[in-house]
């Protein structure tokens, strides 16, 4: 072999970008094997083309393609096999990460006007009128409070069941009463992105496009709702009230802050 156009790990260090410590690990684990080691000092050298695989060493880096994963593509010299079927794989895991980048977008994106809706609700300091489109949301059976750490507990239970079922989120969450024929149950909630298969669990119930009266308490009145909305308790229909935490710009945990909403009568 000539070597004279062999690369130091200084020199690949230089011309890839990549500190000589990441080299020698890529080396130790087995994907980036040196071309030639000069057996009498044990330095270890590099071709040009170790340039171009240390690219895409970076490159499964930075998309979480794990590295030790890589010596399936590679030869004994360190070229890549199959470099078609590793760019599949590269581009599998871009789109998932896509994915759950534009989902963080979008729950941010919701919790953005939650925040500009509770502080013009707290700032406002009255009963305010607010309308939603039909929404699922799914509901796991709870009467705790929701101040309680048994609530955050179960809720976030419920977030990684959510998680493993393929179910996006919103950010909406709290506790709920149903009251039909004048009997109620009671849950946690976490509204649900729409989706066709949220129809095909027990858990997840559909609410129509629904007008409700929202009010701010300083504590959590969930299950003495008829004293929040004596009004609107007076009437016979059946009722939905969601109990939430209100978030506003300034998070003060010792002046906690919570939304009530009652749903009114169907027009």
């Avoid at 502080?119 to 101040?147: C, H, V």
């Avoid at 750490?149 to 809720?155: D, E």
């Amino acid at each position: 072999m000539d070597h004279k156009d062999l690369l130091t790990i200084g020199k690949l260090a230089e011309l890839s970008g990549v500190h000589v410590k990441a080299l020698r690990y890529y080396d130790r684990i087995g994907i980036l094997p040196p071309a030639w080691v000069n057996e009498e000092n044990g330095y270890r050298y590099y071709s040009q083309e170790h340039i171009y695989l240390v690219e895409i060493i970076k490159l499964c880096a930075e998309i979480s393609i794990p590295l030790k994963d890589l010596k399936e593509y590679l030869s004994e010299d360190g070229s890549i096999e199959n470099i078609s079927e590793l760019a599949d794989v590269g581009i599998e895991m871009l789109k998932k990460r896509v994915k759950e980048f534009q989902e963080g977008l979008g729950f941010l994106e919701e919790l953005k006007k939650e925040i500009q809706r509770s502080s013009d609700m707290k700032e406002n300091n009255q009963a305010t009128l607010i309308e939603f489109d039909a929404t699922d949301y799914w509901l796991e059976p709870f009467d705790g409070r929701i101040d309680d750490i048994a609530y955050h507990t179960l809720l976030a239970k419920v977030f990684k069941k959510l998680e493993k079922l393929d179910l996006q989120t919103k950010y909406e969450m709290g506790t709920a009463l149903i009251y039909e024929e004048g009997t109620y149950r009671s849950y946690i909630f976490i509204a649900l992105e729409e989706k066709e298969k949220n129809s095909t669990f027990d858990s997840v119930i559909r609410v129509p496009a629904t007008s409700y009266l929202a009010k701010i308490t300083a504590e959590t009145r969930l299950t003495s709702a008829n004293e929040v909305f004596p009004e609107l308790f007076k009437k016979e229909h059946p009722k939905i009230i969601f109990e939430l935490e209100l978030i506003t710009v300034q998070m003060n945990r010792s002046l906690p802050r919570y939304e009530m909403r009652c749903s009114l009568p169907a027009k």
